[in-house]
């Protein structure tokens, strides 16, 4: 008679069913722990923080028609803010996310697309030489 062998030896098929039970759990836990619909636009809270950060970088740069400051030249007077619109509008472009969009507001005019409805909005006010200024962000 002869003797079994010392070691054990596993079913093929048992093999075959736990690879395919890991792969067929795998393919769940993707659809389960995925977000549906991708990430969630931002909130309001993060667009006001954009907002404030986009009007201290506008506070700290020097004016195209002389003054302390782009923001405190816009509020001077309505042609110092003619002169300023242009340079306002293009930074405004270069500073904010390339997803947002941003609408400046001065007591002598506003610079930027008007704010849609229905989305989230932040919004950022810093007051400059007496004038107060409101930087809206948005995107969509």
């Known amino acids: 008679m002869r003797e079994p062998p010392d070691r054990g030896q596993l079913a093929t098929s048992l093999v075959e069913a736990v690879v395919g039970a890991l792969l067929i759990s795998s393919a769940v836990a993707g659809f389960v722990w995925v977000p549906v619909g991708g990430e969630a636009g931002p909130t309001a809270s993060t667009l006001d923080r954009t907002a404030d950060d986009a009007l201290s970088i506008l506070a700290a740069e020097p004016s195209a028609g002389g003054g302390r400051n782009r923001l ?69």
């Open 72 to 140: 405190a030249a816009a509020c001077r007077s309505p042609e110092s803010f003619a002169t300023e619109r242009d340079a306002l509008e293009h930074r405004l472009g270069v500073v904010l996310p390339t997803s947002a969009f941003g609408r400046l507001e001065t007591p002598y005019g506003s610079v930027g697309p008007p704010q849609p409805t229905g989305v989230p909005v932040g919004r950022a006010t810093r007051t400059v030489a007496g004038c107060s200024v409101t930087l809206r962000v948005w995107s969509v």
